[in-house]
């Protein structure tokens, strides 16, 4: 059974720094994305990032491209999300899923999505 869970949120001043986890348990191989996507109070889940466990190729939206970095760990079976600059429109809940799909960040391509973890960012 795959299951993914995501750690490492909490509260954070604008332009502090995060780094968020998601530790995949159930894989049976590499051949698998795993994307991290966040939803704010009163909006839509949207895409943040995503990995390919094979190659390591990724893909960012455009809201955090050259602030936030997703890389692998495939020993530990474990994505981060190193998060910089952050502002507050990045307070949200954050998740972690995965797909098949190589570089998606399309929300009905994912399954087996995270419980989420908070990051605030406030002064």
């Known amino acids: 059974q795959l299951q993914l869970v995501e750690s490492g949120g909490g509260l954070v001043q604008p332009g502090g720094s995060l780094r968020l986890s998601c530790a995949a348990s159930?894989?049976?191989?590499?051949?698998?994305?795993i994307g991290w996507f966040r939803q704010a109070p009163g909006k839509e889940r949207e895409g943040v990032s995503c990995i390919s466990m094979r190659d390591g190729s990724t893909n960012y939206a455009d809201s955090v491209k050259g602030r936030f970095t997703i890389s692998r760990d495939n020993a530990k079976n474990t994505v981060y999300l190193q998060m910089n600059s952050l502002k507050p429109e990045d307070t949200a809940i954050y998740y972690c899923a995965t797909t098949t799909w190589k570089n998606s960040l399309n929300l009905a391509d994912f399954y087996s999505w995270g419980p989420g973890t908070q990051v605030t960012v406030s002064s």
């Open positions: 159930g894989f049976t191989s590499v051949y698998y994305t």
